[in-house]
């Protein structure tokens, strides 16, 4: 007879589970010793014949709750695969929509190196940041470099009213100016994947809770 339960409560108990079957395994013994002339074994102090059936009983008991596990694991995989869930980013498996979740938070069995998004994100703001501070720098060198050639060619206490000579200056200032070469919009480009990881992120973690919450599962 099948048993029908709610993801959440599947889940709950499957966690459940693995507490007590990793207890139970800690707990049990299934080998100890004995010596002809005695009658209890070395370490349970308790009769041969009793040690052998908590034995039995305990390898017993691991094994059902083992099945039980599986069982209802199987049962939360199979449910994960057929369920969908939608976001404003489209249409996912509840078990695509984990996947998706934990690469994203680099909780997967790459650690990190499969959040793509992240490391984009990463990598242009790393070199955006990068490339306005090198052109800080050499525009401030520029501008100290033509603050030389005024006074080179005004003198320091001299002034001058033709201005021509210092046309030279404003255009060499210009022509070594350094920009920035930003055809992507590194700036808007970093915003808009920031929001769309953190709205992204935010519906996987209600329509998973949602669907978990609604959808049955049958435990066979």
């Given amino acids: 007879m099948s048993e029908k339960m709610l993801v959440t409560q599947a889940l709950d108990e499957r966690d459940l589970l693995v507490k007590k079957i990793t207890d139970k395994i800690s707990k049990a013994s299934f080998v100890d010793t004995i010596k002809p002339n ?19 009983s305990a390898y017993q008991q691991i094994n059902d709750l083992i099945e039980r596990f599986q069982k209802i694991d199987a049962a939360i995989v199979d449910s994960n695969a057929k369920t969908e869930v939608k976001t404003s980013y489209g249409t996912f498996t509840v078990a695509g929509a984990i996947s998706l979740r934990s690469r994203l938070r680099g909780m997967d069995s790459y650690e990190g190196d499969a959040d793509f998004e992240g490391k984009l994100q990463e990598k ?8 306005v501070r090198f052109c800080d720098i050499k525009n401030s060198q520029l ?5 030389s050639m005024r006074l080179s060619i005004l003198g320091r206490d001299t002034k001058v009213k033709d201005d021509k000579p210092l046309g030279v200056v404003d255009a060499y200032v ?9 055809p992507l919009d590194v ?13 992204l992120l935010t519906e996987l973690d209600t329509q998973i809770k949602v669907s978990n919450a609604t ?5 066979a």
Avoid at 187 to 199: D, F, I, M, W
Wanted: aromatic share 6%.
């Fill in 174 to 182: 210009k022509e070594n100016t350094t920009e920035l070469v930003d």
């Fill in 215 to 219: 959808t049955f599962v049958e435990i």
């Fill in 124 to 131: 242009l703001n790393n070199e955006y940041n990068e490339r």
């Fill in 143 to 147: 501008q100290n470099t033509a603050e």
């Fill in 38 to 56: 005695e009658d209890k074994v070395y370490a349970k102090r308790i009769d041969k014949a009793e040690y052998a059936k908590e034995a039995e």
């Fill in 187 to 199: 700036k808007k480009k970093l915003e808009l994947l920031e929001e769309k990881r953190n709205v």
